[in-house]
């Protein structure tokens, strides 16, 4: 029998046309009813169209619906897939612009940062809401969210319900594609890695390539050159993974191989102009995340109407067609998953959200233990998990106190008195003062 499938935010064309495929692709899925619920309603019928199209050129037996009522589109779901930011692009511009008056100087600005914790406080209400009525509604629910701030919002679902979630990010997938490309391998089945973290700020603490010890190996294969040198040499213009590199040739680990990433959790990268342009990192502008989108509806209007191209009827590298498998079929996998910390990473805080590897089935997500992280490693993440998790607790309780506390402990205002840093936390609340009910009253 097929599973009835809710994707919330199901208007996006960033994620559901790559969804909705992996979906259909998958025969123990081919039956199952994907609802898709949007409060953009253009946006959803959008998808809607070309879901159809997609259905009938993959021959699909799917059902696929567009459901703006939020109750009737969650009522007796057995999984829910979340993929949206409250206030858009327009309340992240204000996440941007202000701290770069306090001379923070955001690359994403959807994890950590003023960025991240204004991000956090708007969609926690939002995310409790959809909480509250899968407990409701679909009782039997399995959750699992794409959105950022990934920890923060995982954390936020893991306490107000007692259904089994799990935050997903595709960042570990590019460290392998690197160690692909790096090793000159034929396919990921001849990478093995340990690694734990955060979102977006994994360590890799061993790893080995078909087999063999892969420090030693990178080592070898390096020379003693660094990553931007041998970018160079391959004709990449201008040369990336300066921080990746720094921070490898500082700990011996890899972590996270996206500089504009992981440059967000450390003061001196990206509250300096000059850093930021003499280690290459590159920021995304709002401007730019507009054009994305923007091309990304083209696209798909371009497909509904005309040809889809082959790579869009393929599975892509995301998991969640697998996991709804596992739960469906008993067919079990380990995956990189966002889960709170049962001590799968023994130094980290218990009930923060860490990422590690997973073990997937039809019993849940059972985190697999990494044993403790290596410092410095250890005491850079825990200063991030201190802050997210008092944002956190503030945006539960609507303290308003506490969540300008929470901001302070954010290494990214280190350089700020605690007035500045006040001040401009102020400015981030009263600018999203509409996406913040819990502190109604209090701005």
Same mark, same amino acid.
Request: charged share 20%; aromatic share 8%.
């Given at each position: ?19 909705? #495929? ?5 025969? !123990?899925?081919?039956? !199952? ?16 169209? %070309? ?12 059902? @696929? ?21 409250? +206030? ?15 001379? $923070?100087?955001?690359? =994403? ?17 939002? %995310? ?18 794409? !959105? ?5 919002? #995982? ?9 089994? =979630?799990?935050?997903?990010?595709? +960042? ?5 594609? %690197? ?11 001849? @990478? ?5 973290? @955060?979102?977006?700020? %994994? ?8 087999? *063999? ?56 990268? $990206? ?16 401007? *730019? ?21 082959? &790579?869009?009827?393929? &599975? ?7 996991? @709804? ?11 990189? +998953?966002? /889960? ?11 009930? !923060? ?38 944002? /956190? ?28 840093? #006040? ?6 609340? &009263?600018?999203?003062? *509409? ?9």
């Amino acid at each position: 029998m097929g599973k009835r499938i809710v994707i919330v935010g199901g208007g996006s064309s960033g994620w559901s046309p790559k969804l909705l #495929t992996d979906l259909m692709l998958t025969p !123990s899925l081919s039956d !199952s009813t994907y609802v898709l619920h949007d409060r953009n309603a253009a946006n959803a019928e959008r998808i809607l169209h %070309f879901g159809h199209k997609l259905a009938k050129e993959l021959g699909s037996p799917a059902t @696929i619906e567009s459901e703006g009522d939020p109750d009737k589109a969650m009522a007796d779901a057995d999984f829910v897939l979340i993929t949206i930011s409250t +206030g858009g692009l327009d309340a992240m511009a204000h996440d941007l612009a202000i701290p770069e008056e306090y001379e $923070i100087y955001h690359t =994403v600005g959807d994890t950590v940062g003023p960025g991240g914790w204004a991000r956090t406080l708007r969609n926690v209400p939002v %995310f409790t809401e959809l909480a509250e009525r899968v407990n409701r509604l679909a009782p039997n629910a399995v959750i699992l969210n794409y !959105s950022n701030p990934m920890a923060q919002l #995982t954390k936020t679902l893991a306490l107000a319900t007692d259904r089994p =979630v799990v935050g997903l990010c595709h +960042g570990l997938f590019e460290d392998l594609e %690197f160690f692909k490309g790096f090793f000159d391998l034929d396919s990921e089945a001849e @990478i093995a890695a340990t690694y734990g973290g @955060i979102n977006h700020f %994994f360590w890799i603490t061993s790893f080995s390539i078909r087999g *063999q010890d892969g420090y030693p190996l990178l080592r070898e294969k390096l020379k003693g050159r660094s990553f931007p040198d041998l970018l160079a040499e391959s004709g990449e213009h201008p040369p990336a993974l300066f921080v990746a590199d720094e921070l490898y040739r500082f700990t011996g680990m890899l972590t996270y191989m996206a500089d504009r990433h992981t440059s967000e959790f450390f003061p001196h990268l $990206i509250t300096s102009e000059k850093n930021i342009v003499d280690y290459h990192i590159v920021r995304t502008s709002i401007e *730019q995340r507009r054009a994305n989108m923007q091309r990304a509806s083209a696209a798909v209007e371009e497909m509904t109407t005309g040809e889809i191209p082959a &790579r869009y009827k393929e &599975r892509s590298r995301e998991t969640a067609a697998d996991i @709804i498998n596992a739960f469906v079929t008993g067919a079990s996998f380990i995956d990189v +998953g966002n /889960v709170p910390n049962r001590g799968q990473i023994v130094n980290l805080p218990l009930g !923060s959200v860490v990422e590690t590897p997973i073990l997937v089935s039809s019993t849940g997500f059972q985190p697999i233990t990494v044993g403790p992280l290596p410092e410095p490693a250890r005491s850079w993440v825990e200063r991030h998990i201190s802050a997210q998790d008092l944002t /956190v607790e503030a945006a539960l309780t609507g303290d308003l106190d506490l969540a300008i506390k929470a901001l302070t402990l954010d290494p990214l205002v280190s350089h700020l008195t605690l007035a500045q840093t #006040t001040e401009m936390g102020m400015r981030l609340l &009263r600018a999203n003062a *509409q996406y913040l009910p819990q502190f109604q009253g209090k701005l």
